[in-house]
């Protein structure tokens, strides 16, 4: 994202006392502190405008750092009890290694009694919050529903229709090879994103992607297999641009029209037309993944670490419940910052029945909510991050060097297990 925050300290303010001698200065009190990311950190400004005018005792802070700055800064504070937040936003792929931690505090606790609220968000969304022995860590705020984007104009060039890209996985690669041949365009800027997709969506219920249900890595089963198989065939196809999503080159080449789709939540459509690619509105359209693979891409949960400062935790369980339940602000976010609710209420509102004008006039918001309400829980697991970045360089290994993929699938599932193990 755009906004390049500093870290800050906390300061202390004054509180000023009324009294019959005249004016008491009272002990300095820090302020009440969210620790977010761009644009969380802008949605949570928002609402503690609201907040302070009807708690203008209470002073207030967002302290903001680069996505991966702050969950580092976060992984620090909670493990040396330094310079804690009194309310943490975490992305969903970070959630594991925070959520099965001792850091964050039981909401299903009966001083906070979250459990009351799950069945007010998407199954799969408060159900990913949840730690080992089933409690409740953080409440979600917003979702990123997958999706496929196309553009319509190049597939009628290329002689293409939707379900020749939705059919299977296969069917888009084969779609791929047309699209290319017929208009010069990639079928996706890197194949790291269909080899994800592959892996997310085979991911048994209940399960984790890389970790079964006790733990174990999974990087031998079928779906890793297919997944580096499928990425093989594209790259060897040259259907890939070999360009990152929100570098440069990749905008441009959204731009020129050179990715003919694209793998990502709801989210990218305002992305896409605010400020990667306007003068592309009206040529894309979106439909639900191949396979009617369900799955979220991103998402935001708002969490107590449990060594906060004891007489703030009740104030910041006020606070994350206004961020996360209030069906007003959960739409004002979807509509200035494309933050899909996980709130269900929120979900239920004539916007969502609205015409989107860059996907031309498509009623995407319809195939969001479906697709928000069929994705399955997958379970994240500490190692999450560490076994994806396992993967990608094992999938590097296969592409770049040729590598046999049951050898790098196997030297990945060894170095996950002895990590696993020490």
Same mark, same amino acid.
């Given at each position: 994202?755009?906004?390049?925050?500093?870290?800050?300290?906390?300061? +202390?303010?004054?509180?000023?006392?009324?009294?019959?001698?005249?004016?008491?200065?009272?002990? $300095?009190?820090?302020?009440?502190?969210?620790?977010?990311?761009?644009?969380?950190?802008?949605? =949570? @400004?928002?609402?503690?405008?609201?907040?302070?005018?009807?708690?203008?005792?209470?002073?207030?802070?967002?302290?903001?750092?680069?996505?991966?700055?702050?969950?580092?800064?976060?992984?620090?504070?909670?493990?040396?009890?330094?310079?804690?937040?009194?309310?943490?936003? +975490? $992305?969903?792929?970070?959630?594991?290694? /925070?959520?099965?931690?001792?850091?964050?505090?039981?909401?299903?606790?009966?001083?906070?009694?979250?459990?009351?609220?799950?069945?007010? /968000?998407?199954?799969?969304?408060? $159900?990913?919050?949840?730690?080992?022995?089933?409690?409740?860590?953080?409440?979600?705020?917003?979702?990123?529903?997958?999706?496929? %984007?196309?553009?319509?104009?190049?597939?009628?060039?290329?002689? &293409?229709?939707?379900?020749?890209?939705?059919?299977?996985?296969?069917?888009?690669?084969?779609?791929?090879?047309? &699209?290319?041949?017929?208009?010069?365009?990639?079928?996706?800027?890197?194949?790291?994103?269909?080899?994800?997709?592959?892996?997310?969506?085979?991911?048994?219920?209940?399960?984790?992607?890389? %970790?079964?249900?006790?733990?174990?890595?999974?990087?031998?089963?079928?779906?890793?297999?297919?997944? #580096?198989?499928?990425?093989?065939?594209?790259?060897?196809?040259?259907?890939?641009?070999?360009?990152?999503?929100?570098?440069?080159?990749?905008?441009?080449?959204?731009?020129?029209?050179?990715?003919?789709?694209?793998?990502?939540?709801?989210?990218?459509?305002?992305?896409?037309?605010?400020?990667?690619?306007?003068?592309?509105?009206?040529?894309?359209?979106?439909?639900?993944?191949?396979?009617?693979?369900?799955?979220?891409?991103?998402?935001?949960?708002?969490?107590?670490?449990?060594?906060?400062?004891?007489?703030?935790?009740?104030?910041?369980?006020?606070?994350?419940?206004? +961020?996360?339940?209030?069906?007003?602000?959960?739409?004002?976010?979807?509509?200035?910052?494309?933050? #899909?609710?996980?709130? +269900?209420?929120?979900?239920?509102?004539? %916007? #969502?029945?609205?015409?989107?004008?860059?996907?031309?006039?498509?009623? =995407?918001?319809? &195939?969001?909510?479906?697709? =928000?309400?069929?994705?399955?829980?997958?379970?994240?697991?500490?190692?999450?991050? %560490?076994?994806?970045?396992?993967?990608?360089?094992? &999938?590097?290994?296969?592409?770049?060097?040729?590598?046999?993929?049951? @050898?790098?699938?196997?030297?990945?599932?060894?170095?996950?297990?002895?990590?696993?193990?020490?």
């Amino acid at each position: 994202m755009s906004d390049t925050y500093s870290l800050h300290r906390r300061h +202390l303010l004054a509180a000023a006392l009324g009294g019959a001698a005249g004016l008491v200065h009272a002990k $300095e009190q820090p302020p009440l502190t969210v620790a977010a990311f761009p644009l969380v950190d802008v949605i =949570a @400004k928002d609402v503690l405008k609201g907040w302070s005018q009807r708690h203008p005792e209470i002073r207030t802070e967002v302290i903001s750092r680069q996505y991966d700055d702050h969950h580092t800064a976060m992984t620090t504070a909670l493990s040396t009890s330094g310079h804690l937040p009194d309310v943490i936003a +975490l $992305e969903t792929s970070y959630l594991g290694r /925070f959520s099965l931690g001792t850091g964050l505090d039981d909401l299903s606790a009966p001083a906070f009694g979250a459990e009351r609220f799950k069945d007010r /968000f998407v199954p799969f969304a408060i $159900e990913t919050a949840r730690n080992r022995q089933g409690a409740i860590v953080a409440l979600p705020t917003d979702i990123g529903p997958g999706s496929l %984007f196309y553009r319509v104009d190049l597939l009628a060039q290329a002689g &293409l229709k939707e379900t020749d890209l939705t059919q299977s996985w296969e069917a888009y690669v084969d779609a791929g090879m047309q &699209l290319k041949a017929k208009t010069g365009a990639y079928l996706i800027g890197d194949v790291r994103l269909l080899k994800d997709i592959i892996v997310r969506g085979g991911t048994p219920p209940g399960e984790g992607q890389f %970790f079964d249900n006790q733990g174990r890595a999974q990087i031998t089963s079928p779906r890793f297999v297919r997944a #580096f198989e499928l990425a093989r065939t594209v790259r060897r196809q040259k259907l890939d641009a070999r360009v990152e999503v929100w570098f440069n080159d990749w905008a441009e080449m959204l731009k020129r029209g050179r990715l003919a789709t694209e793998l990502s939540g709801g989210w990218m459509a305002g992305q896409m037309a605010n400020w990667v690619a306007p003068q592309t509105a009206g040529k894309w359209r979106i439909a639900q993944l191949p396979e009617n693979t369900y799955c979220s891409y991103g998402g935001t949960y708002y969490a107590i670490p449990r060594r906060s400062a004891p007489e703030r935790k009740q104030l910041a369980w006020q606070l994350i419940q206004e +961020l996360t339940l209030d069906r007003q602000r959960q739409l004002e976010a979807f509509k200035s910052q494309d933050a #899909f609710p996980a709130l +269900l209420d929120a979900q239920q509102d004539p %916007f #969502f029945d609205q015409p989107v004008p860059f996907l031309g006039g498509q009623h =995407a918001r319809l &195939l969001w909510r479906d697709a =928000a309400r069929r994705i399955p829980v997958v379970k994240m697991h500490k190692q999450h991050k %560490f076994a994806d970045e396992v993967i990608n360089a094992e &999938l590097d290994n296969v592409l770049e060097y040729g590598k046999p993929i049951p @050898k790098a699938l196997e030297d990945a599932q060894a170095l996950l297990v002895h990590r696993a193990n020490r």
